[in-house]
């Protein structure tokens, strides 16, 4: 026989499922929400979005190659890409190029790399990312551009979002600053002012059916964060309401893209399903209550970045349920 | 000025109250521990290597003082300090030292891909201990090095590499300490811990069975070109008895063994190593001497293989062991 | 339709050789029978060299209460004793028999009739399964009269038979099954018998309808006998998973046995085998064996004698495909790839399954992603990720403490692990380390 027989541990077959599979995967799935962000955005999404992605794989390429000296390149398993997708959806689409780059500096350099690539980032790379911009650049990270400006970049004309509305009236306790709100269809579509990637609920729900089809990612986390939102902030209007209604605060913002792409993340989020749930649900809490007392009128970046922190112990503690634990 | 006052009273009250009870604790609750522990330890080298056989370097230094209050240090020693530690330990204790030998990792086996044809490929997760779990290895000789380096992995002074050609790992012999741990960390036994040998000329001589293969010799001359097939040859030519053969394997027993060389020029698989280059004895001497070999030796095409090449073969191999003398002796 | 709760994974089937008859494999020129063949202590060879044997005679005693005797399954004569690389890839002690002929023991009744009745005592049952070296047939090859002699303290409620073949390719027990359903069923009541319950399950996963079909209705002649239909989800015939998908009681973790929440579970295979043992005195030398592959021209079922090496049924099925890269015995999910195609069949040899080249290696190793694909498909609700990084940084307190040796060694971890990495293979480790540390724990005890 011309080949030696190769011996190995059992099992000797494979799922055939790979790292490269699961990351495009996600990418697909970002596709209807990118559709609609070219479509409301027009010039400013698509140069947004191809700075963002382009800057974050040309990082990692060189951090592997000159400062890591690694042979091989992790490029092609599309982990880059997804960040600088992501990155570019949380940000607002006249946002000048350099900072863009600085971002996607911070998440890949920062977030994922320092602490070895991919699979050793305690923090989503992208969610590092964002933070870092909101906090360093404040005013040019909430400055939303009105949708429909098609042609325009940098000087698009900007306008309030839903959740800065939401947030002054919360602070001023007067409910009738939320008739300025827009209604929740044109939310659920994508008509309003927001960062490329939150401004359609629809689009990411059919991301997110994709993703439970193809089994890359369980409802737990996503289902457990919007029914907490919705619970909380349910009660809050019921008592005040001066908060707003509870589906203004699913469709608003960061939620959905936050719930289904950014907390789902692999390496950040719990390994149980219990784990998760409790991930989900500290989530859900932790964004109502930044976006009804905290400075920011967002919560979703930091609620995820806070309990990407906590992954650790919640994997410690909430363990998978043995077989033969069943009580009887 | 009154708020100060008040402020330095109750901190300074405080402050003494915490103090007393700490030092009520402090007697309360004292372990006495033997004072020479803490000094022994101070003499170790640290490197908490477990070599000598005890949990890191405190549990040895206890040891220590245990067995020197029962009269002797004998059977203590930190292989990674060697003779000069123990002495500074025994006179810390009031005693005199027991001397020991120094000793280094020896790795028993030269199944290297020339010599060992690989007829399978293995293709699991790189460590010898899964490989050891999976089969007999990649090759006929399910006794041999595997390869994967668990020994590398377990030496924590750098002192054994693979060597990519061979596959099989070396020893730095000015690097290893003895202490243990990569013949603990070999599923198969191969590594052992030897003296270093007596010293002639300014080098240690020593010599060993590179080989652990158990199998009968037919079954081990197929697998490996340089096993050990119990022809029993090297006890016949011992004049110290320091060789025993059991299960088809030859043993030198390093306190008997004078490093004469005669065995290693009396093998005909060339399976005994010297750490120094043996005299080659007259070819006069080693023809007939080696000729009847060939038939005894069960393989036949293996020993015919062995047989071409009889005198040259020992020459190389002795003349690679030469560097590593002469790297001890410029030491 | 009723599956185990925890975990579980989909691998493609494969049942190349699905619906092919049982062809009797040629008797084999010489005949090597390993002196281990199950688990427990090796069997004692009690022939020498020279000894004529036949079809039946004992060779080998059993080594201890925990192992089985070993019987020739050809005639002739005992060539030698000597060593054998069998499917662990080391070499062992076993007998080898010159084949003469084919003449059979005279007490072994050879004919086909149905022999339904039996009026033995149920200690006379299990002494006759024990004297004729049955084994669990299902790859583990747990001596079954163990199996059969439940602790006192323990109550065994019911029998459940594995018919589960849950291991992609392999056929030899759902073709056994079509050929063979009322031996099977005598052999499901004498089990009945032998452990004094009345309550016997034939589990079957549903893609063998035909199977289901046909052992529903024979089991309606027999008494108490029930066949429960099957999710397809591997690894549904491991033995707490069949208990858990049958009568839905989970076995708690070691040292409980299944027979803790009262099942006593074998094999289709060895019912069969007991069935031949008690009705008809034939002792265990031969089984079915399913020979596999895609690159494999004829993938058959034969029905094997015992020490038959493996060469000769691959060449029956077509011969050894050119690009082989690795020979498995078992199935590909538990399977050990084998050193060489020499090895003998072996009373737990289920299958001989060819892999081509490219099948058989390993993808390149990513690094952890932390999906937790592992840790949701693991049917022992453990964190495969977790031991196999403790394992390999050595912490084998840690992993003591997250159970490792609850697992069962499936492998549905690494089957679904997209970064293809090796965790099976240091959970084993992990496993068999801290096995060892818990035994030497209580040695010192």
Known sequence: MANKLIVSLSPHVHSGDSVQKNMYGVIIALIPALLVSLFVFGLGAAIVTITSIAACVLFEWAITKYILNREKCTITDGSAILTGLLLAFNLPSNLPLWIIIIGALVAIGVGKMTFGGLGCNPFNPALVGRIFLLISFPVQMTTWPTPGQLTSYTDAETMATPLSIMSRAIKDGNAEILNELPDSLSLFLGQSAGSLGEVSALALLLGFAWLLYKRIITWHIPVSILVTVFVLSGLMHWTNPAFASPEYHLLTGGLMLGAIFMATDYVTSPMSHTGQLVYGISIGVLTVIIRAFGAYPEGMSFAIFIMNAFVPLINNYFKPKRFGEVAK | MNLILVAVIALGAIGLIAAVVLYLASKKFAVFEDPRIAQVAEVLPQANCGGCGYPGCSGFAGACVKAADAGSLEGKLCPVGGAPVMEKVAAILGLEAVASEPKLAVVRCNGSCENRPRIVQYDGAISCRVAHATSGGETLCSFGCLGCGDCVKACKFDAIKMNPETGLPEVDAEKCTACGACAKACPRGIIEIRPKGRVVKGEARRVWVGCVNKDKGAIAAKACAVSCIGCGKCQKVCKKEAITIENNLAYIDPAKCIACGLCFNECPKHAIHASFAVPVPRPKVVKPAEEPAAPKAAAKPVAAASEGVSAEPVQKSASKEVPAAEKQQQQ | MKTFRIGGVHPAENKLSAGKPIVTAELPKVAVFPLSQH???????????????????????????????????????????????????????????????????????????????????????????????????????????????????????????????????????????????????????????????????????????????????????????????????????????????????????????????????????????????????????????????????????????????????????????????????????????????????????????????????????????????????????????????????????????????????????????????????????????????????????
């Open chain 3, 39 to 445: 688990i427990g202590a090796p069997a004692v060879a009690c022939v020498a060299k020279g000894d004529e044997v036949k079809v039946g005679t004992k060779i080998a005693d059993a080594g201890g209460f925990v192992s089985a005797p070993i019987f020739s399954s050809v005639s002739g004569k005992v060539a030698k004793i000597d060593t054998v690389i069998d499917a662990s890839g080391y070499r062992k002690p076993a007998i080898f028999i010159n084949v003469v002929g084919d003449e059979w023991e005279e007490s072994i009744d050879r004919s086909d009739t149905l022999v339904k009745e039996c009026d033995l005592e149920p200690k006379a049952i299990v002494e006759k399964i024990k004297n004729a070296g049955v084994v669990g047939m299902g790859g583990a090859c747990f001596p079954t009269h163990v199996k059969l002699t439940p602790p006192p303290t323990a109550k065994p409620e019911c029998v459940i038979v594995n018919a589960v073949e849950c291991e992609p390719y392999l056929t030899a027990d759902h073709q056994l099954m079509l050929e063979h359903p009322d031996e099977i069923l005598v052999g499901v009541t004498l089990v009945m018998k032998a452990v004094n319950v009345n309550k016997g399950y034939i589990g079957i996963e549903n893609n063998k309808p035909d199977a289901i079909k046909l052992m529903t209705e024979k089991a309606a002649q027999y008494p108490n006998i029930e066949v429960v239909p099957l999710k397809v989800k591997y690894p549904q015939g491991g033995e707490k998973q069949l208990i858990d998908a049958v009568i839905g009681r989970q076995v708690p973790a070691p040292p409980a046995l299944p027979v803790s929440v009262g099942a006593i579970l074998q094999n289709v295979g060895t019912m069969y085998a007991i069935y031949q043992a008690v009705q008809k005195n034939k002792p265990l030398f031969e089984r079915v064996v399913t020979v596999t592959g895609k690159s494999l021209a004829n993938p058959t079922n034969f029905m094997a004698r015992m020490g038959t090496p493996m060469s000769q049924l691959i060449d029956a099925c077509g011969g050894l495909p050119e690009d082989t890269g690795k020979v498995i015995g078992g199935g590909p999910m538990m399977g050990k790839a084998l050193m060489n195609t020499e090895v003998p069949i072996c009373k737990g040899s289920s299958g001989v399954l060819i892999m081509n080249q490219k099948e058989s290696k390993r993808a390149e190793i990513d690094p952890c992603i932390r999906c937790a694909k592992c840790v949701s498909v693991c049917p022992m609700g453990l964190e495969p990720y977790l031991l196999a990084t403790c394992s390999s940084l050595a912490d084998w307190e840690r992993d003591e403490k997250e159970d490792i040796t609850s697992c069962i060694e499936c492998g549905s971890c690494q089957f679904t692990c997209p970064s293809h990495r090796p965790l099976l293979d240091m959970i084993r480790l992990g496993k068999s380390t801290v096995m060892g540390i818990i035994r030497a724990r209580n040695a010192k005890k």
